[in-house]
């Protein structure tokens, strides 16, 4: 198994730009997650899905989108960056549900420019 | 903000010592509980789940303070590769939702041979 996958894993943008962040995992798990690490910061959630077809905000959605149209693949789309996208970002995934391990991507780090 | 609160260190100490790491949470319908553990510039991986009666896992011990909202990681005769950023995390849950986690912001561990 790979696990959970992201790509790219470094990624330098302009503000403004657009741009989708991949992430795939291979071990059928319903739950999957976007997060974002800042700095002295805890990692905050960005959207979440409980299963294909269906996704949530979480706490700081506001200029991302996600869709689920399959069970392994949940990318994060920005939609016009900002610098304060600039941040390292983590696709996670459990069995079930939110309560069970969270496996991690290796993160993809962005700068906006 | 439901918020989860970790001393952020760092905590250096030489092998084999003993060290103990607390997090608070303020939710107090929080029903699940778990230590992560981070390397640096790497992802958050699942050190242990956090049980109410308390639980080890070899040289790692993690309690569970309902009354008090707190809980805590008891690491014994530390190992060099326990240098580490340790996260706190607590699931809130609101509404009828299946809620989401809550990362603390870390403690760092460094051991020092």
């Known amino acids: 198994n790979a696990g959970v996958t992201q790509t790219p894993k470094f990624q330098v943008l302009k503000t403004g730009q657009s741009m989708t962040l991949q992430c795939a995992q291979d071990?059928?798990?319903?739950?999957m997650s976007w997060y974002r690490q800042d700095p002295g910061m805890g990692l905050r959630l960005i959207h979440y899905?409980?299963?294909?077809?269906?996704?949530d905000q979480g706490e700081v959605p506001n200029g991302y989108n996600v869709s689920r149209s399959t069970t392994e693949d949940f990318p994060l789309r920005l939609l016009s960056a900002a610098p304060s996208q600039t941040s390292v970002y983590f696709c996670?995934?459990?069995?079930?549900?939110?309560?069970?391990?969270?496996?991690f991507g290796p993160g993809t780090r962005l700068t906006v420019l | 903000r439901k918020e989860v609160e970790q001393d952020p260190g760092p905590f250096n100490v030489p092998e084999g010592a003993t060290v103990a790491f607390n997090c608070t949470y303020s939710n107090s319908a929080s029903q699940s509980f778990f230590w992560y553990r981070q390397d640096c510039r790497k992802e958050p991986k699942l050190l242990m789940s956090v049980y109410s009666s308390g639980n080890e896992d070899g040289r790692f011990t993690a309690q569970l303070n309902r009354a008090s909202q707190y809980i805590s990681l008891l690491i014994r005769d530390s190992k060099l590769s326990d240098s580490a950023t340790y996260l706190c995390v607590v699931n809130y849950r609101y509404g009828g939702s299946q809620g989401n986690l809550i990362f603390g912001k870390g403690t760092k561990l460094s051991v020092k041979p």
């Open positions: 071990m059928n798990h319903e739950y």
């Open positions: 899905s409980v299963g294909a077809g269906i996704t």
């Open positions: 996670a995934s459990s069995y079930g549900t939110v309560y069970n391990e969270q496996f």
